[in-house]
C-alpha cells in the first residue's frame, strides 16, 4: 500500500477498531438516524454518541444531513467500497507472493 493510501486507510481503520462505533455505523447501514436515535438503541449516553459520530465522519465514514431541526447521519458506502478495494489489493498482493513461494519450493 503506498503512503498515500494508508494516510487514508489509517483513519479508517482507527475509527472502526471501536466496538461502538462499529455499532453505530451497523445502525447506520439500516438507514439515516440522530444521534438521540442511535442512543435510544444502543447502550451509550447522546453524548458518548455524538462524540463517536465525530470520529466516524473525520473518518469519512458518515456524513450529517440537516432535516428541518434534526441533524441525521448517513454512513457513506463510497468510503467502505474503497476499504474493501485497499483490502483486497492486499490479499492478492499476498497471494501472488505465496504463488511464487509455493512455485519456488516446489521447483527444488
Excluded at 489509517?10 to 462499529?22: G, I, K, Q, S
Excluded at 440522530?34 to 453524548?47: D, G, H
Amino acid at each position: 500500500m503506498t503512503g498515500t493510501a494508508a494516510d487514508t486507510l489509517v483513519p479508517v481503520f482507527a475509527a472502526l477498531a471501536d466496538e461502538t462505533r462499529w455499532r453505530v455505523l451497523t445502525e447506520l447501514g439500516r438507514g439515516d438516524a440522530s444521534a438521540s436515535a442511535l442512543a435510544a438503541v444502543l447502550p451509550v449516553s447522546r453524548q458518548a454518541i455524538a462524540k463517536h459520530l465525530a470520529v466516524l465522519a473525520d473518518a469519512g465514514l458518515v456524513e450529517p444531513v440537516r432535516v428541518g431541526r434534526e441533524v441525521r447521519y448517513r454512513a457513506l458506502g463510497s468510503r467502505l467500497d474503497e476499504t474493501a478495494r485497499a483490502l483486497e489489493a492486499i490479499g492478492a498482493e499476498w497471494e501472488r507472493r505465496l504463488a511464487e513461494i509455493k512455485r519456488i519450493a516446489e521447483s527444488f
